[in-house]
């Protein structure tokens, strides 16, 4: 009797012993906020949002999962997302990860106001630039704050020179689950953290298990907004944005192309507002289009085209000016991309396009019906013929060829080409009925 009363005591014991939790959901929470790309304005106000979500919902401490190649935010937006940080109420971590990351430029100097920091095997950090001044003090990132203003270092080097705020002794912090077991037992800001459990199984084996993480990321719109951000598909995204809207611009109507065009020169011009862009690069794209548009309305590319050609290529090559952090590069295959996509589109797809288009009975080109003008150049059957100042696209209606610079008569139009036939000694139809002889 007196056993079987000291067995379930032992027994009531055991269960509520903090050591038998089957998992480690009694503890609080982690969040979790995934800091990549350039840290623009979207990602600064993401960053903000879950110190104060954290703050807020019960997590015991926010890490900042960081792989940024800088930030093109100006210095006093970046001065407010790192005090947020520090100031923040619950602990905030940074680890550079997964495996390969990047903290860059100003993004680097998340480290030296987070609570904890880590990062993983193969990550590097470094050019910070000229750092941003906190309390009339400047942010230190050790005893290589120096080295880091023009060089990067990896995982080793920055533990080794105090860079990384957590003292641990194994071989770093490869996965984020291993950031939840370094970050165990500290106390920071007046709390001791509490996120791993050992939890011992039915057979006595005792297992750690991290506590609950909860993964934020930026929401869909903001995502958009801030791959837009980016120098190569800003600069994309706007010229072909462009380039859309002036295709819909002289087909007549509104169509998939038109709202194509329209999203993708609103994300453009998100992109290169977020980014600092030279007003010269922007002024000779916008003019390059113009410039551009001119020769697709006649569906022939002139002078205009090659004028338009060579000013975009100058804009593509000004547009982030010509020296930038690594950050703002545009890669040769981006610029090559562009200028190569505009110039098929504007000598051969758009005209090509606009012409099919067209081919439906003509708007407003009735006028041009029997005017006459000269042959550009020959025409046989297909050719050039000037108009009233203006060159055209031209065939002969008929099947007597036009030398350069005979004259010709305007006879019907097919969409933007002029059916032209010459003023005299024209070939007749078969089909036109003969006179009947006297």
Known sequence: MFGAVLFGLVAVLSASSPHQVDDATALESVDVFEVSGLIDSVVAHGIETAIERSET???????LQVNSRGAVVDESRMREVLLAVRDSTIPVGVWVGPSGSRALGWSALLL??????????????????LPIEVDDEPLSLGDATTVLRSGTMGTDEARERGVLRLDISDEGVPVLRNMLFALDGLTIKGTQLDTVLEVVDENGAITREAATTRFFKLGTVEQLMHTSASAALAYLLFSFGL?????????????????????????????????????LGIALIIAAIVALAVDVQVGIPRVWTGIGLVAYVIGSFTLFGPVQEEALRISWLSLIAGVVS?????????PSMVRTRFA?????????IGLEGTASTDIAPEGEATVRGAKWRARTNR???IKSGQPLRVASIDGVTLDVEPLEGAARDYREMRAPRP
């Not at 505009?342 to 758009?350: D, N, P, R, S």
């Not at 439906?360 to 041009?368: D, Y």
């Open 360 to 368: 439906t009975p003509t708007i407003g080109r009735e006028w041009l």
């Open 57 to 63: 919902n019960g997590a015991q401490a926010l890490v």
């Open 112 to 129: 030296a106001v987070a609570d904890v920091s880590a990062m993983a095997p193969n990550s590097i950090i470094g050019k910070v630039g």
């Open 399 to 401: 099947a007597t060829p």
């Open 243 to 279: 380039a859309l809207l002036v295709f819909e611009f002289f087909t007549a109507g509104i169509g998939i192309a038109g709202f194509v065009g329209a999203v993708g020169t609103v994300l453009g011009t998100f992109g290169l507002a977020e980014l600092p862009v030279q007003p």
């Open 342 to 350: 505009m110039a098929l589109a504007f000598v051969v797809g758009m």
